[in-house]
């Protein structure tokens, strides 16, 4: 089943790929690797919050799935409008706001790792990095970047 397929049976729509708020890219490709600048929690409206105060883990996974929803439609623009030009995730940095006490990081950040196998299969499984930060942009919860195999 396609990439496409696949997220059509799971109820989910890419995006149109988020524009940078600074001065960066939102994507380099180098060859066939994509390397995807940090993607916020934001869908519709921005998801804010810091794990450990006034944001549970399941809420902090559901942020973070909305990251990796993000890093796809950002693939998506990568490969010219063409998600399953998707080889697979090579590698995630999720970045937690969270508390100094709080050491879920690792499960609020499966959020992601676990809708990207579940999209993706086998390509979906990745290494990874799980950290806490005191703040992130716009006062959001999970921000996660990523690197990316494209035919």
């Not at 995006?15 to 994509?34: H, K, L, S, T």
């Not at 990207?116 to 716009?138: C, D, I, K, N, Q």
């Amino acid at each position: 089943m396609s990439i496409a397929a696949k997220l059509e049976n799971l109820g989910v729509t890419l995006p149109d790929a988020p524009a940078p708020a600074a001065n960066y890219v939102p994507f380099v490709r180098v060859g066939n690797i994509v390397y995807v600048s940090g993607q916020i929690s934001k869908d519709d409206d921005l998801i804010t919050g810091k794990l450990g105060d006034d944001m549970g883990v399941e809420a902090g996974a559901a942020a973070a799935k909305v990251c990796a929803i993000n890093l796809l439609a950002q693939v998506k623009a990568a490969c010219g409008g063409d998600i399953d030009k998707l080889v697979r995730v090579i590698k995630l940095t999720g970045f937690v706001n969270s508390t100094a006490d709080f050491t879920a990081q690792p499960q609020v950040i499966n959020g992601a790792s676990d809708f990207l196998v579940e999209a993706l299969g086998e390509a979906g499984r990745h290494s990874r990095s799980a950290v806490s930060a005191a703040a992130l942009p716009l006062g959001v919860a999970v921000e996660i970047e990523g690197i990316f195999e494209i035919q």
